[in-house]
């Protein structure tokens, strides 16, 4: 069965620090498929990245970066120069291949507080 | 764009009432889902629809009754629901291959007194 560990729950930052948000996943699958989703208090969960198991480039867009490591089976996320604007709850999901794979696994969160 | 519209944005309804939520998305997307979220929890799959057609039920009492008028529509009708029903309701939807990316909707905020 997949699984998908965001350790930290909450994480603070002062605005123009850098910070990175852990993923952890598990599956038995060969194939599968990584997002990042952040949710900001209006509630509308926004779509980030999306990152195929077969493509392990690295991304960056703009001030967002990702790691993706089979090797650790890990999919973090990094923020530079963070904003108040990048307060939110970020999640991390996972589909793969076997069973309902309309579903998505999701993280647990990560609550991200940038002050000012 | 992807753009998922829900109405209304909140609601407040008591454990008698008849009530529906509505969701629309105009991307030309053939599936569509209903997800349940509690506070300071992540999102929870309800129903599924693809072409229109219910394709995943995820044991949801029967107080929700999903329907899928068109390809572009969404309702989530609600009835008889109790206190603990009480959650963000997220609409989604996205082309029709299972996996393909999900998009969200800004959610409808149930109050059931």
């Known amino acids: 069965a997949q699984k998908v560990t ?6 603070s930052v002062v605005e123009k620090e850098d910070v990175t ?49 089979k090797s650790t089976s890990s999919f973090n996320f990094t923020i530079t120069a963070s904003q108040v604007v990048d307060s939110a709850v970020y999640f991390c ?5 076997g069973g309902s794979n309309y579903k998505l696994t999701f993280g647990k969160g990560t609550l991200l507080t940038v002050n000012p | 764009d992807t753009e998922v519209t829900q ?9 008698t009432n008849k009530k529906s939520l ?14 349940k979220q509690k506070a ?37 009708h609600l009835h008889a629901l109790q206190p603990e029903d009480s959650a963000l309701y997220l609409c989604a939807s996205s082309r029709a291959g299972r996996t393909d990316t999900q ?11």
């Open chain 1, 6 to 11: 965001q350790a930290q729950t909450e994480i």
């Open chain 1, 21 to 69: 948000l852990d993923c952890v996943y598990e599956t038995r699958d060969t194939t599968y498929y990584l997002f990042w989703y952040k949710q900001p208090p209006s509630g509308e969960l926004v779509f980030l990245i999306r990152r195929n198991s077969f493509d392990e480039q690295n991304e960056i867009s703009g001030r967002y970066s990702w790691n993706f490591q």
């Open chain 1, 93 to 97: 999901a996972l589909r793969d291949s």
């Open chain 2, 7 to 15: 109405t209304p944005k909140h609601l407040v309804m008591g454990m």
């Open chain 2, 22 to 35: 509505k969701c629309e998305q105009h991307m030309g997307h053939r599936a569509m889902y209903w997800y």
């Open chain 2, 40 to 76: 300071k929890k992540p999102p929870e799959l309800m129903f599924v629809y693809s072409y229109e057609k219910l394709s995943i039920n995820e044991s949801v009492p029967s107080r929700f009754s999903p329907e899928c008028p068109n390809s572009s529509l969404l309702n989530l």
């Open chain 2, 103 to 113: 998009y969200f909707g800004p959610g409808t905020r149930l109050t059931v007194l």
